[in-house]
């Protein structure tokens, strides 16, 4: 990928079960080590990607959108990122890692992670808008669901109705 040409090794690109030719790249040692350890992903390196992520190897595209998804904050690989072309199978090989996915992490109001099926306890009382009631101070609401795409939100049972409750007024049950 970076145009090395020495100790290069083959890498199945995850998650390959019997890799081919199409699912292997030829990487150098510092190629391999930034790509498997996110924590010394050194941006300068992959500058490189303006000109792989051309290439027809579809183990190479997906490399190509996995680092530039990851290096996305540094700026010069989102406008890479937005001419990259992924047909919607090397699309879902790319993203099976879930690298680029945002993971959304929902906290309670003492920043405890909170976990699908959790208990957990309100701390101040609730007008349930559209409920016609007020949920109060030190209820429990067993079974939480996770709102996917708000981190701030949850779902739960409160006088037999579903409602959804702002993380900041609850407080995980231990």
């Avoid at 150098?28 to 992903?41: G, L, S, Y």
């Avoid at 993203?95 to 957990?120: F, I, N, P, R, Y």
């Avoid at 609730?126 to 209820?139: E, H, Y």
Wanted: aromatic residues 6%.
């Amino acid at each position: 990928m970076c145009q090395s040409t020495t100790d290069l090794q083959v890498y199945a690109v995850p998650p390959v079960t019997h890799p081919e030719v199409d699912t292997c790249a030829y990487l150098c040692t510092t190629c391999r080590q930034q790509i498997d350890d996110p924590a010394v992903t050194e941006p300068n390196h992959w500058r490189c990607l303006n000109e792989c992520m051309w290439s027809e190897v579809p183990a190479i595209k997906v490399l190509s959108w996995r680092l530039l998804t990851r290096l996305s904050a540094e700026g010069w690989p989102r406008d890479l990122l937005d001419m990259l072309y992924l047909d919607d199978e090397l699309l879902q090989w790319a993203q099976a890692t879930g690298e680029g996915q945002e993971q959304v992490k929902h906290t309670d109001c003492h920043g405890s992670e909170l976990l699908a099926g959790d208990t957990v306890t309100l701390i101040k009382d609730l007008k349930v808008k559209g409920g016609g009631f007020t949920a109060k101070q030190g209820t429990a609401v067993r079974n939480i669901a996770l709102v996917p795409d708000n981190r701030k939100q949850i779902e739960g049972k409160v006088e037999s109705q579903r409602i959804v409750i702002t993380t900041d007024f609850v407080k995980k049950s231990h």
